[in-house]
């Protein structure tokens, strides 16, 4: 379980980034995080994933604290990031290695994991080639075998779907969906409201830096008295959150 | 189907991969190897060879450069003082060079989300940046020490012990400026951070320190009694020359007293960078954060001024692109005005050797002394790297190419030509006495700015590299920058010597040289804009 408790996060001045955010992901949720830009949800995730530090609060991976046990915390989780655009000069195989050498999976288990995973984003036969000539997109499958090798507890993904083409965003969402029945956490955050909608279990709304409603999609509209709104979707929830409706 | 390497129960297998993966992208080795399509195979072969090439350029003149002060040193009976100046001297570099560009490595770099998000500890991600940083400054420093080695063997005859201590001691003392620079970078990036315009304010530090060098430098050199003045005194006399010189007679307890101050500071610097690194990646990201809360302030004007504003922003926005540029210009500008206060020396001069000679041999000498300066201070040559993953969006303006071009040059222009119109005017009234050399002199460093901006563009445009995950390396290790500063000066001082040597050997006035090498630099401009124009445009469209 992944729980957020009591967090806040400031940068320069009084100005909170992120004001006493509280959440929970339990084994088998996919907690999609939404909100508009510059609302907090990249400095939660960067928080989440230990990237950066924090003033209040704690983060909690299965009982461990980020802040207490970092690297028993991170040997837990995996992060893709936004933009993937990282040793370039290397080939892919090469960006797997590493990651997959630094959580210590054994060689066979890798080969298995791995030979799976590029088969299911077409990419095989591209593994031996530099990453500088990949697409965007191609960089995006490589960041998201790579994050999957060592089979982590909690997923956490920043946009993952930018990029990707249909059959790509397709193939992730069905992994997600394997990945959460085996018990595996997602947390993720994305602008493409329709497959949170579709995806997620839970979603949280962010504001701000203020989580401003958090749960259950459907729990929400009961919430809302919009139950018998069939067509209530949830982007018309964020936009009346927000007072744009 | 993928091969995947074993993993040990190593303490330090995470060190050791971060490592070797830095390690790959050094003179886009990686690339080279493991690109499959012949083509591009062949260029990164080729980017691979040239810029291992620029070591041997860097070698010869430092080579040559010794052999002339071995020889003073020998006369002066201590020979092994070489020696200990080219260890000093790699120090002071080394410091220098480390000052901003080891704590910009440690936390500007591209990968730290991902290594930061890994189970890795954080003193190992120090470690591996911190590795980075002493092996640049190592492939520069035993260059050095091997040119001062091989002197120091020619003059005195081979010595085993030297060899064995000189070894040792170009591996240990790059540690310690890292570790000082690095302190020092980090503590001005944590004064400055609540700074408005806080590269400007470490710029000016840095020139503070600057400055200071080169003071101890002029002191050494503008005084008749050189040996026993400024920074020859400084560092003849200081206590790191003498530890170093007894560590050189292989005195063990020296030795071990440099491999310890250094050891020590390396893990003391490491211990408390690991303690603070997480909370200064979060301070210099929110720095990043508050910048964009500016209120909108629309630009206008034309499309090159457009373009050359926002090259002078990008440049005043790295300090590490400033100082490795600027340098160039107040080297450029030190040696005239030395002459220039030194007057009095160059009167003496002037009677015993008789104005006429002075201004035609030495003012055409000490105006191309400017322009080898100048090559330092080029900023087109890594102008094109700097644009990095951002390339793209220059690429797709519906602009010409020659305009982007321009507006690089433009930048360079505006650091060189003022350069050169200071350093001409500071060596024509010390030396020049007939409007022939005045010309000459002026001529000589204008074509020259203008040619070396046209040339670092040449070299970035074959030579790109956007890939990086930190800009010293397109700014300090670039193939670009290394071939124009150490190549461009090289070639050029050649050129030069045998122009002069043509108009002695023809009885013409040496000033006719510097004609001459006017003529040869304004054609080369000029073919150098053609590439640019053509070729160039078309190369540019396809990086």
Known sequence: ?245 | MMKGNSVMNDKFYNLKSIIKINYLNLFSYNKMKMEKEPEKQREYRKRFRQSILAYPILFISMFLMFMGAGMVMKLNGNGKMILAFSLTAGTLMTLFSSLFASSRGLFAGLDNDLLLSMPIKTSDIVISKLFLQYTYNLIFDAIISVAATIVYFIYNGIDLIVLLSMAILTLIIPILPVMIGTLIGILLSKITSKLKRKNIITILFSFIVLFGYIYFMQQSIASDDYVNSGLFKLISSSIITKIFIKALDFDIISILLVIGVNALSGILTVMFITKIYKRLITMLTSGAVTKHKRSYKSDSGSQTKVLYKQEVKRYFASPTYVMNTFIGAVMAIVVPVMIFFGRDGVGSIRDEMGADILASVMAPVLGFLVCAMISMACTTSSSISLEGKQLWLKKSLPIKAMDIFNAKILLNLTITIPTAIISSTLICISMCNNVFDIISIYLMTITYSVMSAHFGLYENIKRPKLDWTNEQEVIKQGTPILITMFGLTFASVLLFAILLFLCLELWMKPTVAGYMFVIIYSVATFVLRKWLKDKGAEKFRKI
């Open chain 1, 1 to 245: 379980m992944l729980e957020i408790k009591n967090f806040s996060k400031s940068y320069k001045g009084d100005k909170k980034a992120v004001d006493n955010l509280n959440l929970v992901v339990e084994d088998g949720d996919i907690f999609g995080f939404i909100g508009f830009n510059g609302a907090g949800k990249t400095t939660t995730i960067k928080c989440v994933v230990g990237i950066l530090d924090f003033e209040e609060g704690d983060i909690m991976l299965d009982g461990i604290s980020v802040r207490e046990n970092s690297i028993e915390y991170k040997k837990r989780i995996s992060y893709i990031p936004d933009n993937p655009d990282i040793y370039t000069y290397l080939t892919g195989e090469q960006y797997i290695n590493f990651v997959a050498g630094i959580y210590g999976v054994e060689k066979e288990e890798r080969e298995k994991t791995v030979y799976n995973y590029a088969q299911m984003f077409d990419m095989t036969e591209h593994l031996d080639e530099l990453i500088e000539s990949y697409s965007h997109g191609m960089r995006q499958k490589i960041c998201i075998i790579a994050a999957l090798v060592h089979k982590p507890s909690l997923l956490v993904l920043d946009e993952p779907f930018v990029g990707l083409d249909p059959k790509a965003s397709h193939t992730l969402k069905t992994i997600m969906k394997d990945l959460c029945k085996q018990g595996t956490k997602i947390f993720f955050s994305t602008h493409v409201l329709p497959v949170a909608e579709k995806l997620c279990n839970k979603i949280g709304i962010i504001k701000e830096g203020k989580l401003i409603v958090s749960g259950d999609f459907e729990e929400i509209k009961r919430r809302y008295n919009k139950t018998n709104a069939d067509d209530y979707s949830l982007e018309d929830l964020f936009l009346e959150l927000d007072g744009s409706l």
